[in-house]
């Protein structure tokens, strides 16, 4: 067995190993960090949406079939042009369209037998040969025949007009869900037709910049199907509700309408927005991803030492921070630091902490 003294020499030898080691990791490398300078300058603070924008037309419909029917003519296709009242589609309705003239025809011999005998009935009524009761009868007859006989006849008219498609406006045809020779139930759809020429970006806000839009302001659009092009927009409507769940990011809707027309953007491409709130000028901030939130507050990494220039050593210091306006790139200091301090702005990096030695890369 292993003697007392033995074990105390080995626990001092086990300590002195971990002395060292702790003394090569405290002397080991710099961590390498990026800095900037702060210095006042201007903060254009803006409004992006949350996700992807599309281009919407704002008129765009689907049309669909009314009655069951089978698809005799189709004279369009994806990509075409239509006018207004141009045909789109024409359905067979032989089976119900018999059904409704063969009931308009008996309403119409009904109709007109109670017509006859309305007129015989007064001319008896004027000569005295029948009892007010009898006319008013006869009256009631001819009433309900009229009426049925209009029904019957507006039945065969809708029935006609179900048979044949037609745009509702000029535009294009984007989408088309049949062909012919395909029976169509009603309610199925036949073609999607939008209006090109009446496009806007529908973007989603966070529900926190919401309060700071207004109507009319302008709006930087970038298309990514043309990211070379730059677009100007105008916020036309902004909705009143904002939509999202228990644990999705609650949103509004907004409308943005191009200031001019625009014949090569098509909808359902997606597009990016800008919208510029404010310009805020002479003012401290930093990038963005340099703010940390620790212990329910925002702070920052801040190098201090003489020469802070590429390739030299210095120390950190971790510092609190008050922020102000802010947006994707950078955030505004209200309180904390100073013009002229250097902010780490790699709060990432491995082994970086209060305290730490750093090499400014």
Known sequence: MMSRRKKILLWIGVAA???????????????????????????????????TSTIKSEFEVTLAAQRTGRVVSLPVREGDRVKEGQLIARLDLTEEQVQSESALVQSRA?????????????????????AQQDLDASRR???VAQSQFGAARDDAKVRRDYSVVRAPFSGVVSKKY???????????????????????????????????????????????????????????????IVSGG????????????????QTKIKPGMSADIEVLVSILASVLSVPSQAVIERDGKKQVYVAEGKNIRTGSKAA???????????????????????DGEYVITTPEAEGLKDGAKVRIE
């Open 17 to 51: 190993a971990g002395a060292v080691i702790v003394s090569v990791l405290a002397s080991g490398k710099p961590v390498s960090v990026k800095v900037v300078k702060l210095e006042p300058g201007e903060l254009r603070v803006i409004v992006n949406a949350t996700t």
């Open 178 to 240: 049949t062909e012919v020779g395909e029976l169509l139930l009603p309610g199925k759809q036949i073609v999607t037709l939008v209006n090109p020429d009446r496009i806007y970006v529908l973007a989603t806000i966070d529900e926190v910049d919401v309060g700071r839009l207004r109507l009319g302001q302008r709006v930087a659009i970038t298309i990514d199907a043309f990211p070379d092009d730059k677009y100007d927009g105008v916020i036309k409507r902004i909705s009143p």
């Open 246 to 261: 228990k644990l999705e990011t609650r949103t509004a809707d907004v409308w943005i309408y191009f200031s001019k027309d």
């Open 316 to 338: 950190v210091k971790l510092k609190p921070i008050d922020i102000g306006e802010t947006n994707w790139s950078f955030t505004e200091i209200t309180k904390g630091l100073s």
């Open 110 to 130: 009904t109709y007109e037998e109670a017509k006859k005998n309305l007129e015989r009935m007064q001319d008896l009524f004027d000569k005295g040969m029948i």
């Open 141 to 143: 007859a001819f009433d």
